[in-house]
């Protein structure tokens, strides 16, 4: 059977996140409709539907899984609740779209994996900038050979620490499986996995620097690329300044982008330094979606799927692992026990 000509999305839990960078999308993507949405809160539901024009809503998962008119989910809700919902979609049988980070852990991410690979239903996870140009470009200078084999690669994110800004459920293990590194540090890792192949050998370590939270508030990870070249990251979201720097060095080269700017990428030879100023659209996840949307019509294929996904949450595990005692239980019910906490 041909695959349907529109997939009419649901969104389970239209937050902040469905305002502007995921919602439109799915109305903006051609062959692609936005038919219900769900929030625990249904007046909120409501009035997300309203404003956005969206003919259906509930304030019940199950009801818009269910729905006829669904042919496809979008998962918006934390990461705590992403297993369950993903679980529910797939014996639904329908693709199944989940936000980042995949899970609260790699041994989450393994479940979804293997559910949907046993059911033979697709599942993508919201990585966005493996659809971005400028992700895009710098991959081609790497794939084309233009910074030559690749030696080192760097990364550092360092952060004010905004008393004003509650990070909300971003802290609290039990929603989103650690500290603000799952939720912006696995942005990063996925970009490296995206223009460099799977990080290999991820090892690494996490503490607290003074935040009021019991999750880490800094990160360091060293790794290897799949040719060999040696890698480190690290994050502070404690820091007294901001940094977002990437920086891939080869043999012919320098590539410098940030993760979260909009600024050009820069590539500095000993002839020079090129910028390649490619913007980002408003609609930020939109690229991605119309891939994913392609693909379920057999038009393409969509670079961020479960699997990809899984593979950065087993990276941020190693270096979590300490921290935590352990990634392979449920963690977020013994904090009493995580030899990191202080």
């Known amino acids: 059977m041909s695959p349907p000509t529109t997939t009419r999305w649901g969104i389970l839990g239209c937050g902040n996140v469905c305002e502007?960078?995921?919602?439109?999308?799915f109305q903006q993507a051609e062959g692609s409709a936005l038919t219900c949405?769900?929030?625990?809160?249904?007046l909120?539901?409501?009035d997300y539907a309203t404003r956005h024009g969206v003919p259906n809503w509930t304030g019940d998962a199950d009801d818009l899984i269910e729905d006829p008119d669904v042919d496809a989910v979008y998962i918006a809700t934390p990461p705590g609740t992403h297993l369950e919902y993903a679980l529910k979609v797939c014996a639904a049988g329908k693709p199944c779209y989940v936000e980042k980070p995949m899970a609260r852990s790699g041994v989450e991410c393994d479940r979804m994996v293997q559910s949907f690979a046993d059911a033979g239903v697709p599942l993508f996870v919201a990585y966005y900038r493996r659809g971005l140009p400028r992700f895009q470009k710098a991959k081609a200078l790497i794939d084309t050979g233009a910074l030559g084999a690749i030696k080192t690669v760097e990364y550092r994110w360092e952060g004010v620490a905004d008393p004003s800004n509650d990070p909300g459920w971003r802290v609290q293990a039990e929603y989103s499986g650690g500290g603000l590194f799952l939720?912006?540090?696995s942005h990063t890792l996925d970009i490296l996995d995206y223009m460099l192949g799977p990080l290999q050998s991820p090892r690494g370590d996490a503490k607290t620097t003074g935040s009021a939270y019991d999750v880490e508030d800094a990160v360091g990870l060293q790794?290897?690329?799949?040719?060999g070249a040696e890698g480190e990251a690290s994050w502070d979201f404690n820091g007294d300044k901001h940094s977002d720097l990437i920086t891939i060095t080869g043999g012919h080269g320098e590539l410098?982008?940030?993760t979260f700017g909009n600024e050009?990428?820069?590539f500095r030879t000993a002839a020079g330094e090129e910028t390649y100023d490619l913007p980002n659209p408003e609609t930020i996840q939109q690229p991605l979606i119309q891939m994913i949307v392609d693909e379920l019509r057999g038009e393409g294929a969509c670079p961020s799927t479960g699997q990809t996904a899984a593979r950065t949450s087993h990276v941020m595990d190693a270096a979590l692992q300490s921290y935590y005692g352990g990634r392979d239980d449920d963690f977020w019910t013994r904090p009493d026990?995580?030899?990191g906490r202080r």
């Open 44 to 46: 909120m539901a409501e």
């Open 37 to 42: 949405v769900m929030r625990r809160k249904p």
């Open 20 to 25: 502007v960078k995921s919602g439109p999308g």
């Open 264 to 266: 050009p990428v820069r």
């Open 337 to 339: 026990t995580w030899p």
């Open 256 to 258: 410098l982008l940030s």
């Open 183 to 185: 939720d912006m540090g």
């Open 223 to 227: 790794f290897a690329t799949g040719s």
